[in-house]
């Protein structure tokens, strides 16, 4: 039997990381579900579909998400499970890809395959609610689109997704304690930190900066005006795919070198 990765071996332990903790994964799937949906039916009802849309995805696919991650390896919330979980006998790698599975694959499939499910029902059920009479029917009608998973505002959500849920995972292996909460807070320092940092430099350059995203634009106001100075084309597209690729890719394997440095 191969000593690093073994495919009855793996598919034992995936099964055995689900069944052996049903109560944290899937309460936590329903938790996301379930609130995805209130989420939709309340700002659909209050403010219309296209604000309900994107409410809904943001919350349940980042939140939902990144408790996911930050769960998958909960064993080591407690020194008993943590040593029981590293004596299992499975390679390090295939304790790894069994997080990566349950948080970057299976929670993703399950989650964008109800949230389609949903908004097809949702936009239906608007369009259905039209009146057929009346003259701006078709406008109406076409005002309303299902959901893309293409769009650049669905690909900037999944791509923080990813980012943020490799985070999660990493953070989970180094804190034992509300882990989620401790990584949250170093998240949102992060944010918080490159915002002034691009300001500071941007302070170099330019006069009356009201506000510097990081990465992408800086917004300068002169009395009423405001004008938007963007990233060069070449920076601007290294950045794009750094955040895109390069930082997921770093933190998920980062959590494979943590989970391995723990079984030492």
Same mark, same amino acid.
Do not use: P
């Given at each position: 039997m191969n000593d690093v990765f073994d495919i009855k071996r793996f598919?034992? %332990? %995936?099964?055995k990381s689900v069944l052996e903790q049903p109560a944290l994964l899937l309460g936590l799937l329903a938790v996301t579900l379930t609130i995805t949906l209130l989420t939709y039916a309340i700002v659909q009802s209050m403010v219309g579909i296209g604000k309900a849309q994107l409410s809904a995805f943001v919350l349940g696919f980042l939140i939902g998400g990144s408790f996911m991650a930050s769960s998958v390896f909960s064993y080591f919330s407690s020194k008993s499970n943590g040593v029981s979980y590293l004596l299992l006998p499975a390679s390090h790698l295939e304790k790894w890809l069994c997080g990566i599975i349950i948080a970057g694959f299976l929670f993703v499939l399950i989650y964008l395959g109800f949230y389609r499910l949903i908004d097809l029902y949702f936009v239906d059920s608007y369009r259905n609610n039209l009146d057929h009479h009346?003259? &701006?029917? %078709?406008?109406?009608? &076409?005002?309303?689109?299902?959901f893309s998973f293409e769009n650049p505002i669905a690909r900037s959500v999944i791509i923080m997704f990813f980012n943020i849920s490799g985070a999660m995972l990493l953070g989970s292996l180094y804190f034992n304690k509300v882990s989620y909460i401790k990584v949250a807070l170093l998240i949102c320092l992060f944010i918080i930190g490159t915002y002034f940092i691009n300001l500071f430099f941007g302070s170099f350059f330019f006069e009356h900066i009201d506000l510097a995203l990081p990465f992408t634009s800086v917004f300068l106001k002169v009395d009423k005006e405001v004008g938007i100075i963007d990233m060069p084309s070449a920076p601007a597209k290294a950045a794009g795919f750094a955040i895109a690729y390069v930082v997921p890719s770093v933190l998920w394997l980062l959590a494979y070198l943590r989970l391995k440095e723990k079984e030492v």
């Open positions: 598919i034992w %332990l %995936l099964k009346a003259i &701006n029917y %078709l406008t109406q009608y &076409n005002s309303v689109e299902i």
